[in-house]
């Protein structure tokens, strides 16, 4: 019965910083960009899409399969993404976990881009992207 105490004394400062460090716009900042970039993702948003991305992730696109970075989303064949089931934001970078998909963003000075997309989780392992910067 000791480590209870000692437990909820080590938690409780943490979540109060974590509560804290996190403002309700910056949240929903991710959260705007993070549907934006969903509702681009069918046939014809592409371009729009390639917009909202991180530049190191529509560069990886361009190259790769390429020739463009709307060809390469394209290539990517993204799941519909559904609603936002969860969002955790730790300082420039965010996690937005959708119905049917993962993102992955960054704060850059102009807002909030996506970084990685078509994320899925794999037991003690890194999420495996279509979507991703090299």
Known sequence: MRRLPAVLALLVPAAALAGCSVSGAERTAV???ALRFASHT???GHAAACRLLAPATREALARDPGPSCEAGL???ALPAPGRVRTLDVYGHQARVVLERDTYFAT???DGW???A???APRPERPYDCRVKED
Do not use: E, K, V, Y
Request: aromatic share 6%; with cysteine; charged share 20%.
């Open 42 to 44: 069918g046939d014809a």
């Open 117 to 119: 997309a078509g994320c």
């Open 113 to 115: 881009r996506i970084r």
């Open 107 to 109: 704060r850059f000075p």
């Open 31 to 33: 959260t705007a960009t």
């Open 74 to 76: 394209s290539g990517a």
